[in-house]
T-cell receptor, first 113, second 110 residues
Framework: DSGVTQTPKHLITATGQRVTLRCSPR?????VYWYQQSLDQGLQFLIQ???????AKGNILERFSAQQFPDLHSELNLSSLELGDSALYFC????????????FGSGTRLTVV | TQLLEQSPQFLSIQEGENLTVYCNSS?????LQWYRQEPGEGPVLLVT?????EVKKLKRLTFQFGDARKDSSLHITAAQPGDTGLYLC??????????FGTGTRLKVLA
C-alpha cells in the first residue's frame, strides 16, 4: 500500500457519459498530480494541485476538470467520454514539489464502450 | 519541447545477464528519479539522484546521474525474473516542471 488511495479501481461506461475519479493523497502530502497512461503513449501529465490550488496544467482536455478539496483529496471529472479516453488514470502525491519523487496510487482503469 | 528519451525501448534477456538502461535529454535537471511499474499498477519510486556524477546502489541496481545532470543510467547486475517491468526515468526542471521518460520495457526470462 503506497498510501495514495484511488477509487474506483475499474470503471466501465458508455460514450457520452461523465465519470468522477477520486484520489486521497499520502498523509502529509500537499500536492496531487493526475496522469493518464495509454498503451501507446506512456504517462501523460494532466494537472497538478497544491494545497487546494491549481499549480500546473499539462495536456488536459477541456472535457476534463479537476479540483482539490480542503481535506486535500482530489477528484478528476471526465465528461462527454469518447472511446479514446479509455486508459489508466493515476493519481500521485508529494509533500510539495516533485524534487524527490512522487508516490503513485494503483490507478483507475477506465473503459469507454 | 523538453524530451527525456530512454533506450532501449524494449529489452528481453535471460536470467543472470547484466543490462543497462539509458535516459537522455538536452535539458539540465535539478534532480532525476527512476521508477519501476508492473502491469496494472502505479509506478514505484526506486531512487532519486540530485548531484552531477552521483552514483546510488539499490541491491543489484546501480543508478548514475551524468556530470552535467542531463542524463542518467540504470545498470542491473544478474537480472532476475522479478526485475521484469517498465522502467521510467523522470527529471525535474527547476522546482515544478516534471518530465517522464519514454520508458524501457524489460522482460527477464527464467
Amino acid at each position: 500500500d503506497s498510501g495514495v488511495t484511488q477509487t474506483p479501481k475499474h470503471l466501465i461506461t458508455a460514450t457520452g457519459q461523465r465519470v468522477t475519479l477520486r484520489c486521497s493523497p499520502r498523509s502529509g502530502d500537499l500536492s496531487v498530480y493526475w496522469y493518464q497512461q495509454s498503451l501507446d503513449q506512456g504517462l501523460q501529465f494532466l494537472i497538478q494541485y497544491y494545497n487546494g490550488e491549481e499549480r500546473a496544467k499539462g495536456n488536459i482536455l477541456e472535457r476534463f476538470s479537476a479540483q482539490q478539496f480542503p481535506d486535500l483529496h482530489s477528484e478528476l471529472n471526465l465528461s462527454s467520454l469518447e472511446l479514446g479516453d479509455s486508459a489508466l488514470y493515476f493519481c500521485a502525491s508529494s509533500p510539495s514539489g516533485g524534487s524527490y519523487g512522487y508516490t503513485f496510487g494503483s490507478g483507475t482503469r477506465l473503459t469507454v464502450v | 519541447t523538453q524530451l527525456l528519451e530512454q533506450s532501449p525501448q524494449f529489452l528481453s534477456i535471460q536470467e543472470g545477464e547484466n543490462l543497462t538502461v539509458y535516459c537522455n535529454s538536452s535539458s539540465v535537471f535539478s534532480s532525476l528519479q527512476w521508477y519501476r511499474q508492473e502491469p496494472g499498477e502505479g509506478p514505484v519510486l526506486l531512487v532519486t539522484v540530485v548531484t552531477g556524477g552521483e552514483v546510488k546502489k539499490l541491491k543489484r541496481l546501480t543508478f548514475q546521474f551524468g556530470d552535467a545532470r542531463k542524463d542518467s543510467s540504470l545498470h542491473i547486475t544478474a537480472a532476475q525474473p522479478g526485475d521484469t517491468g517498465l522502467y521510467l526515468c523522470a527529471g525535474v526542471i527547476g522546482t515544478y516542471k516534471y518530465i517522464f521518460g519514454t520508458g524501457t520495457r524489460l522482460k527477464v526470462l527464467a
